[in-house]
């Protein structure tokens, strides 16, 4: 067996996979237009975010569409619209990226987290209808990697409680449940174009809803309190949260190759899952697609790691892989309620927050190995002779796992375990 690339030996894979976020000169001809005009921002009628706007909306089969600076100012606004304030209580999932609570915090509600369901890492319908209270305000549901939630579920309990429901769609841009794109599913969608997200602008983001007194509300909210149409006063307090022209330009052609980049991941990922699946202790989240998501977004590709079953500890892992040219997430995850600002009394922000279930959220942030957009990679768009090597790189550790017993972040040498 050869050796580790983590040890001295020579690595799998020496070429870089695709990059991530892809531009090219439609992009830059784009970001020389709005140079060329001298309209760099500011929302006005035939700008380049009035035209993003509209095209987004229509791609989600949605009225309306507000670009806003990025998807946790989304979030912010969306509570915001709701009329969540202090003292409210806002449900969101146990695992998640922190600006989903934290924005829930921001306006003084309190987060309160529900479990995961194990084999999809999205929100727990049971969980979720145990977390209810006479305090619930809004539910956040996230579709996490790109994976749809079970939004039959969700959406029953949502409307038997008389709660409204907020998409967080930072991941899941272009998934579809049961045929309706995600952002469309509930009360309102909220979407981020941060570097790593299915089309980027470095940051920026949009909140999408069907209601038009929302939309009011939402477009007043990211400029300075003034609804649409509006310039010469103020009846709303309101933020500067507005979208550049440079950002919103260089999102459109993103937009229309969207569908494009998702079937390449989904060929990608169905490949992968299948060669990976066959190894000892790893396998891909979901083992198996709902025939209700009639698309999966592909930000990532989560496999579920079992130590025990693998021989190695995941860390060890992680490490390996980057060594032999894999590109995987480089640090643990943290399930939301055991962040600082909501664990540790002794934080200097420490914030209010309610658990109800998080075994499920913990047992997935110790085991979930990560590939793709969430490791800042282009990999899903490869063709499967370059995805390959990320077969021959597990399969090369796996057979080579009891070097990695001894291992720890400070060696560089081999480790003298005899095979």
């Given at each position: 067996m050869s050796t580790l690339a983590l040890f001295g030996g020579?690595?799998?894979?020496?070429?870089?996979?695709?990059?991530?976020?892809?531009?090219?000169?439609?992009?830059?001809?784009?970001?020389?237009?709005?140079?060329?005009?001298?309209?760099?921002?500011?929302?006005?009628?035939?700008?380049?975010?009035?035209?993003?706007?509209?095209?987004?909306?229509?791609?989600?089969a949605i009225p309306h569409a507000a670009t806003v600076a990025n998807g946790t100012a989304g979030l912010i606004?969306?509570?915001?619209?709701?009329?969540?304030?202090?003292?409210?209580?806002?449900?969101?999932?146990?695992?998640?990226?922190?600006?989903?609570?934290?924005?829930?915090?921001?306006?003084?509600?309190?987060?309160?987290f529900a479990d995961i369901d194990p084999h999809t890492y999205t929100l727990d319908p049971a969980s979720l209808h145990a977390a209810l209270s006479p305090k619930t305000k809004a539910i956040i549901v996230v579709h996490l990697g790109g994976h749809p939630a079970d939004m039959d579920q969700i959406n029953q309990v949502a409307t038997a409680s008389a709660v409204p429901?907020?998409?967080?769609?930072?991941?899941?841009?272009?998934a579809a449940w049961r045929d309706t794109r995600t952002g469309a599913l509930a009360t309102i969608g909220v979407f981020s174009f941060a570097n790593t997200k299915n089309i980027s602008c470095g940051e920026g983001g949009a909140v999408v809803t069907a209601d038009a007194a929302l939309a009011n509300r939402i477009a007043a909210l990211r400029d300075h309190g003034r609804p649409p149409g509006i310039t010469d006063h103020h009846p709303r307090l309101g933020w500067n949260l507005r979208l550049s022209e440079f950002q919103a330009?260089?999102?459109?052609?993103?937009?229309?190759?969207?569908?494009?980049?998702?079937?390449?991941?989904?060929?990608?990922s169905t490949h992968l899952a299948r060669s990976l699946g066959s190894i000892p202790g790893l396998q891909p989240v979901p083992q198996k697609l709902d025939p209700r998501v009639t698309t999966h977004?592909?930000?990532?590709?989560?496999?579920?790691?079992?130590?025990?079953?693998?021989?190695?500890?995941i860390d060890a892992l992680r490490a390996a892989l980057r060594a032999e040219g894999i590109p995987v997430g480089a640090r643990p995850i943290r399930a939301c309620p055991d962040e600082p600002i909501y664990a540790d009394e002794a934080t200097s922000d420490h914030s209010p927050s309610r658990t109800?279930?998080?075994?499920?959220?913990?047992?997935?942030?110790?085991?979930?190995?990560?590939?793709?957009?969430?490791?800042?990679?282009?990999?899903?768009?490869?063709?499967?002779d370059d995805l390959d090597d990320v077969t021959r790189a597990v399969t090369k550790i796996y057979d080579n796992r009891r070097d990695l017993h001894a291992w720890h972040p400070a060696r560089t040498t081999a480790p003298s375990t005899s095979h």
């Open positions: 020579r690595p799998v894979r020496t070429r870089p996979f695709t990059s991530w976020p892809l531009g090219g000169e439609t992009e830059a001809a784009a970001l020389r237009g709005v140079l060329a005009s001298n309209h760099w921002g500011g929302i006005r009628a035939g700008s380049q975010a009035e035209a993003f706007e509209a095209e987004l909306a229509h791609y989600l606004i969306a509570l915001r619209a709701l009329g969540i304030g202090p003292g409210d209580e806002v449900i969101v999932p146990a695992m998640t990226y922190i600006a989903t609570a934290t924005a829930a915090t921001l306006v003084g509600a309190i987060p309160v429901v907020i998409e967080d769609c930072a991941q899941s841009l272009g330009a260089i999102l459109r052609p993103q937009l229309a190759r969207l569908d494009r980049h998702l079937a390449a991941k989904q060929r990608a977004g592909y930000f990532s590709l989560a496999l579920d790691f079992d130590a025990d079953r693998f021989g190695a500890k109800v279930s998080c075994a499920n959220a913990r047992a997935a942030c110790a085991r979930v190995i990560l590939l793709g957009q969430a490791t800042g990679s282009g990999l899903l768009l490869d063709d499967p």
